[in-house]
């Protein structure tokens, strides 16, 4: 299912110039990361669930459970600091991956927001990282 999922979420997307992806319709709670490539530079957009904590966001790489890692992790570990779109709002944001006991921790909220993680689990042998996203401020 998942080529089904990302080709209708690309259209979706493209006929509502990026203001309503899948996870919209959904009703579930979701950013638009904006990274740029680490290869050519170019910014690339990925609509991603997303739980609220500490006035920022947390994303796991789950790619559903696909033994691949997702371009965007790969991506976002190249770069120091990234863009969310959030409720029409483009911010800069920093980032950091969550290892360790706080990554069970986290692990345990993403898995209130979205069940389905507990299955992308246990379809593949990697680690889902988990990264939290926090607005740059003045002080950052």
Not at 1 to 24: F, W, Y
Not at 58 to 84: D, H
Request: charged share 25%; net charge positive; hydrophobic share 40%.
């Amino acid at each position: 299912m998942l080529p089904l999922i990302e080709k209708s979420d690309v259209q979706l997307q493209r006929l509502t110039r990026g203001r309503v992806s899948v996870l919209d319709i959904a009703g579930l709670p979701n950013i638009v990361l904006r990274v740029p490539g680490r290869k050519t530079g170019n910014i690339r957009s990925t609509p991603l669930l997303c739980a609220l904590k500490d006035d920022g966001w947390l994303i796991a790489g789950s790619y559903f459970g696909n033994p691949k890692m997702p371009t965007w992790v790969l991506n976002l570990r190249a770069c120091q600091t990234a863009e969310v779109v959030h409720r029409g709002k483009t911010l800069k944001v920093n980032w950091r991956e969550i290892t360790g006991p706080e990554r069970d921790e986290v692990w345990a909220i993403m898995l209130d927001i979205w069940p389905n993680f507990a299955i992308y689990e246990e379809r593949t042998d990697r680690l889902i990282p988990v990264f939290f996203l926090s607005k740059v401020t003045a002080d950052s």
